[in-house]
């Protein structure tokens, strides 16, 4: 292959030539055999002919009439049906795919199934694969959904790849022809739900759910419809108060709920489909069931009594802590307060309601524990959130490939009772994965092309949580940048040592907001030691971190048994989430013989360095790539560089002006 | 005297009964003389007239014709005329008041002096002055200005007391009763010159210059001239580039002496009288003669020109520094800026340029040193400039009486030649004195009613360096609240504690910017530590401060040899300003014989105790002072009080997490 440039706005459904079909096969694919009513399942041949002339050059035709050589798509039973031949895939969105000569088939256990089997094939067969291929697959859990936090003046609070695809100037206002290929690149990795306006319901949002906005957030769903993907709406707690229709919003007042109500009645009269409602309550400002002396139990519960006549859900966010916190105040806990919010409401919910969960107890972090909730809820059911948009991992300019964090996430083990890994009790106990979206109107979507892989690797691991890091990076480079083996082996390695250098860089050993506050983009150590967020390091001449066990805040304790016991010994906790767990002295000495500050200064100067080998990486294949991706990673890496030298420069020195004890090596310090 | 209400919308121009006239005195001051065309002293008759009536409800009439008793208003030569009694007064804006039973006069030098000897007739009433009193008196130096801050959107940077007096909605928007005034306080004080728009030119405000503007301009420059209140306008250097009428704004480039040429010529054809332009160059972002490989003095001189045939004057702030320093240099120092940038300039500035110098080398800290340039400048007219707003000093929420330091700054010896105390060169090295304003729309001018000291203090210290913080204070208190003398005990207390007090609980020992970055208020102790705009105090282990000695960045050498010296022994520098010129180990001991640490711990602990008695103080006068001036006063304290302790304890606490060394009384520090 040539060095054509890469189509950063196709994605990984673009074609990198990788496929030179036989004649045979050729044939085959060229007529596409579809005999289905159902919106989706046309989308699916669609998607299968454009995929074809987009990806491969291909040109075939679409028809309801079978005669091979043909690629039959459709539901199971119909597949079944037209060829003759039994086609079995009966988990709920699942799909499988044959390809042959003379008969290739992509047939779903539904319709949303034989869309992904479409996709599957297109992909599938750009990583090489041909006659005699075949593949069955579902996904694990039902709800795979990404979170816009989209404000209606064109903004995206933590966006970092242009203003938002879906309004502007306070209206919503979009190109159509862009929004279907955003539900194209969606769907083809399993995204099934999409919230559209951000948690924090402001202003002019407030008014989506008015026929204001109405007809046309229903013209909206209609794109997404042939794709699979229903919408939800964030809406604001307060509404029946705000909008001046009631004195009150108190969940519990018959008149806040029947106003709900017929909001809900009217809001389904526009979109019938809409998956629900997403709600941020009683957090960082926002309005709550806490301000009328209620629990989220009532507040949750009173929505979704009025979703529940149009099959809509409540997600309710769990992200409800003390922002107001007294820094002085030791005994006070952020990382405590979703399981101390929650846990005891297990049970309470309607089987309506939904928790969203983030995936570990603060925000984001380069590197937290997981969630205590997970596992230990037992009825209720919930969802797992992540970011995709690179809020505290380096706003897309820097190259951080998170499911290299993700799958340790999936793969930690809660220890409550059987198949107790987050991975495992996806799709029974955790009802799917959620994810804050990073895509905004720059032509390649995410603003740092390799950021595409973050997009493709949440809706795979949405998909199937036991795919490895490694896996994800290297099917998504094969799709975005072809089979050339020195391409490959160059980004997947760069991909690969994104995170642990991401890592090594910042906040040290799970330690976690050393950031700027408000950016959350370069250093700022003390930034949140005095401030009312609530969460502290709390270095001085001696120690550094927060001792959560028994002996501190406790926290340990939401955790089974096993776990806590793990976490509370400095001896078997983690070293990546040390900090976090424990105050630990500096002449702590490390698994590697060497103390904790030590480590901190090691893991910063190896983190720079790091970077400077990505971007030796990146140089090296400069050939190979299109320019203007090249080019536009490549400035981006500059200024990686440059924020990894602000960290690894302001952490030795906040440490070393604390201890005053230099570095083994004699590397330079600043004073 | 009764409670009744102060009224804080006169500020020192209300009487509080405190004057009980003798019939034959009110006879005497209520037939006003005057005879002349000048349109300041017809106002000096007039608000003579007005002040009776408003500050001691006598009815005055006004008349040209002279019949004992009577006052008589007027220059000294009209005066003379009239009276047949010789008036002398030739000091430059200066007056001479006698007051009698059967002849009153009120001489000025000039029209100003009238204007201001009317005042001062008033207030020295106001202040029990009767029968038999006389005084004469005159401004130490020329110029006596204000800068206000004011965007046009109606926002102020840096103010604290409502939307701008001048601007709304990038409009010239104003009340003219109110502009009329404030025209009157300011005159009261001897302001005879007002920039009207911030230093930080922007959006619309470059458009000031333009026939969009320069017709409302005109109008408001109509109601300050009877006051004696010349106008000034802040323009922006880049504008012949930024208008799109040229494509440079090199100052060297002919065509843009004679750009601005054009536009003085403009500019005065609708305000004649306009005192000139005001420039912030090169700083901070703005536009300057450094973009074009020019000097200062190329800037300032090719402006003068342009205003030279219009008698019009350039003000060039010396405010320029490095804003984008690398923290890792400590070789940069930013106090040495000023210096560095002007002094090899001295000489080559036009004799209408005039150089506008903050006190201090860095921007308004609670304690600096004098800014080396003043004694050293030899051939160059400039300006000390002062901050009325209180942006590092409380934001007029805490009580902070500025006289206090600024007495310091004018008793200051530069030790360059003779006379050289700041004060001593105020009107002969120094052209005067000017000052960011703290007025806003509130009803009381300065959001906190004890916030009008110091901008009554400003006036009165730029008319006479040599008076004290306590006259000051004494007289504010007079004019403002009356005789009462527990009332006039009370606030001298609160004003004269009110300094030293906020120093206590903030920055220790003039070490500078531990104050929140952007907002100004509050502590974030290491918020500059790591920043671009390049102040440090460096705390660590064992030592804190800046060594600016000889063995450091040598900018103690700015200063006369004697103070060079003074300043660079540790022994002999001020404790107040040591960890300015020094880097000091905590274990350091101080005059009082404790250590540096100690005393941090001691100066915060007593800050918030003295807040504490400022309020109980403030407190014991409640039934004597009108309840909403109470309230709104009381209700800032509280918040000072808040402000106070967050000072204390993020200070305290940052050293001893750095030293893990306590308190030696055990009071309470937090981890």
Redesign the interface.
Known sequence: MGISEVREYDCWLQGRGQNQFSDALKNCLSRIVVKEDCLVVKQAALELQRGLKRMFGVDAAITDTIQKPCTVVGTATAVSELTGKTVSCDRAEGFCIEIGDELSVVAGADCNGTLYGAFRLLMELAKGAGTGFSLEDAPRSGIRMINHWDNLDGTIERGYAGPSLFYKDDKIDYDPQRIEDYARLLASIGINCLSINNVNVRKTAKLLITEQFLPDVAKLADIFRPFGIRLMLSINFGAPYSFGDLDTADPLDPRVGEWWAKRADLVYKYIPDLAGFLVKADSEGEAGPFQYGRDHADGANMLAKALKPHNGTVIWRCFVYNCTQD??D?TQDRACAAYDHFMPLDGRFDDNVILQIKHGPYDFQVREPVTPLFGALKKTRHLIEFQITQEYTGHQIDVCFLPYMWQDVYHFDTKHGENSTIGGMMGNRISGAVAVGSVGRDENWTGNTLSQANWFGFGRLAWNPDLTAEEIADEWVKLTFGLDPEVDAAVNKILMMSYPTYENYNAPFGVCFMVTRSLHYG????GYE?SRWGTYH?????AVGVDRTPSGTNYTGQYAPENAAMFADLATCPENLMLFFHRVPYSYVMKNGKNLLQNIYDTHFKGVEQVEEIIRTWEGIQDKIGSAVYASVRERMGRQLTNAI?WR??VN?YF?????IPDEQGRKI??
Chains 1, 2 share one sequence.
Do not use: C, F, K, M
């Open positions: 820094w002085r030791q250093p700022d150590i003390e005095y709390r270095a001085n001449w001696e602000e420069d302001v020195t070393h002006r604390h201890t005053g600043y004073d």
